[in-house]
Every structure is written in C-alpha cells, then in structure tokens.
T-cell receptor, first 114, second 106 residues
Framework: DVKVTQSSRYLVKRTGEKVFLECVQD?????MFWYRQDPGLGLRLIYF???????EKGDIPEGYSVSREKKERFSLILESASTNQTSMYLC?????????????FGQGTRLTVV | RKEVEQDPGPFNVPEGATVAFNCTYS??????FFWYRQDCRKEPKLLMS???SGNEDGRFTAQLNRASQYISLLIRDSKLSDSATYLC???????FGAGTRLTVKP
C-alpha cells in the first residue's frame, strides 16, 4: 500500500519562527511536490523536485524554501513564519517517465501561525 | 490567465441527477490529465485519468477536448456519497484547478 506521510497533522507556530514541514514517501518516487490549499484558491504549487537534490519553484515560492537530500524525503521550510502562511499544506509524490502517473498525497498539515 | 481554471460551484443537485464539470487549461503541450476527488478535511485522491478518446468508469465519464483545451467530468445518477470537491489537474506540470464543490441532496 502506497504511503506519503507528513510529519504533523496540526502545527501552531509563532510569527518569525523557522518552521520545518516534513514529507516522506515509501514508493521510490522521483517527483515530489509541496502545495498549500486555501479556501477558494485550490491547491497552489509552492515548490517541486524532480529528483534528489533538485528543486524548482512553483507558483508561490516566496517565503519558502525546500530541501531534498534523500529520495524519500522532501522538506518545506518557512524561513520566518508569518500569519499569511497559515494554511493547509499538502505534499505529493509520483513516479516519473510515464504519461499517466498518479500523484499520491499525504494527509496534510494544518499550520497556524500566531 | 491561470493555467487551469474550474467553475468553483457550488453545485447543489438532487440524488439521481446528472451533473457535469468543466476544466480549461492553457498549456497546449499538456498531454495527460486527471480528476481527483477531495472529501472535507481529507487529502485529494485520484478519481480517474482522462484519456484522449474519453473514458468511463461506472457512473463517471471523463472527456478531453484538445481543440478547445478543456476536460470534463460527467456524473450520472448522483449519490449522496458523491458530495465532495472535484479537482482537475494537468499532469505535465502538476497544476490543479481550484476545485468544484458538489453537494448531492436527498
């Protein structure tokens, strides 16, 4: 059974803190993605990684960075958390190279910045 | 223009109704598309892929119109359990639409 695991379901952090959101997949997938989901805005792509040590900016990378040191792990970093980063964060992974490869999602991390 | 656009709804339909959602995309190089379903407070899960020739899975039919750059999802004989948000995604760059919320009422 495929699995994408995010380290926390709920997280409360203070403004200005450095925040790490972790995502681990056990499917040996090359591609991994970080999204945030806000009401009315859908899933917006923050960063993605096509393979280990590779990263690409998505549509809303400002205020975020990522790390992919190992194939199975993709970390999202909020350098200095702000209240407008309060959101649901979703990680996804998929195999590359095939036309119709399904992406699998983690259960999400609901982050509140106070 | 957003890469993927969907009518956000909400769509409120009675049980047994037929309902259709459209999703337009801007990247003409896109080759593969999916529909995902997301229940409240859950992660998105794959509903079905969208093949060039169209495809059907039970009560669900997905179509692709390359000329007009849109995909569609048709749900026949709606069930209460179909209530969810339906998201389309363009696989080439993993951009999602904002989602269409469907509520099926008794």
């Amino acid at each position: 059974d495929v699995k994408v695991t995010q380290s926390s379901r709920y997280l409360v952090k203070r403004t200005g803190e450095k925040v790490f959101l972790e995502c681990v997949q056990d499917m040996d997938h090359e591609n991994m993605f970080w999204y945030r989901q806000d009401p009315g805005l859908g899933l917006r792509l923050i960063y993605f990684s096509y393979d280990v040590k590779m990263k690409e900016k998505g549509d809303i990378p400002e205020g975020y960075s990522v790390s992919r040191e190992k194939k199975e792990r993709f970390s999202l970093i909020l350098e200095s958390a702000s209240t407008n980063q309060t959101s649901m964060y979703l990680c996804a992974s998929r195999r590359t190279g095939l036309l119709y490869t399904e992406a699998f999602f983690g259960q999400g991390t609901r982050l509140t910045v106070v | 223009r957003k890469e993927v656009e969907q009518d956000p709804g909400p769509f409120n339909v009675p049980e047994g109704a037929t309902v259709a959602f459209n999703c337009t995309y801007s990247n003409s190089a896109s080759q593969s598309f999916f529909w995902y379903r997301q229940d409240c407070r859950k992660e998105p899960k794959l509903l079905m892929s969208v093949y060039s020739s169209g495809n059907e899975d039970g009560r669900f039919t997905a179509q692709l119109n390359r000329a007009s750059q849109y995909i569609s999802l048709l749900i026949r004989d709606s069930k209460l359990s179909d209530s969810a948000t339906y998201l389309c995604v363009v696989n080439i760059n993993m951009r999602f639409g904002a989602g269409t919320r469907l509520t099926v009422k008794p």
